[in-house]
């Protein structure tokens, strides 16, 4: 069952969280709880299946970056977890999944990347490879930001 302060944890992680190094700690004080409350509802909600997913959307150009780009990657399915863990561990890296292949489409990892120009991205890209030893990618440069909204529940 979902309480009061639930909803209002639901409601406040459905929005843009603040932009603060600590973003729980201000929505905790948003719903009258410490942050390390906060932090223990959202995970008794997810251990429960009441959220079944929490995402966030980074909007780069707010952030200060000038380009971004989705590297398509060839990984073979034994090092896909092993490679996945070191690409999301680069700090330019906001989001890092795998996606099964589609067609000719061999791609099966993707990386979404940050940095201050398209060259930055491409080095970017060129380290990932060289520290995973994935060899085979695309680089995929956004030419545009579309409005990015999430589901409202509450």
């Known amino acids: 069952m979902v309480d ?11 929005d843009d969280m603040p932009m ?3 973003p729980f700690a201000i ?24 959220i079944r997913r929490l995402g966030a959307t980074l909007h780069h150009q707010k952030a200060g970056f000038s380009a971004n780009a989705m590297v398509a990657w060839i990984v073979p399915d034994s090092k896909v977890e ?14 890092c999944y795998q996606r099964v292949t589609q067609g000719d489409w061999k791609y099966n990892v993707y990386t979404m990347i940050h940095g201050n120009s398209r060259d930055e991205c491409r080095e970017i890209a060129r380290r990932i490879s060289k520290n995973t030893g994935i060899n085979e990618y695309a680089v995929l440069f956004s030419e545009k930001e579309f409005k990015k909204t999430s589901m409202e529940y509450f």
């Open 20 to 22: 603060d190094p600590r």
């Open 27 to 50: 929505m905790a004080d948003q719903v009258g709880i410490t942050e390390e409350q906060f932090l223990s509802r959202v995970k008794s909600m997810v251990d429960s299946g009441i």
């Open 4 to 14: 009061d302060p639930d909803k209002k944890i639901i409601g406040l992680l459905q």
């Open 82 to 95: 092993e490679a996945g863990r070191i690409m999301a561990g680069f700090r330019e890296v906001s989001h």
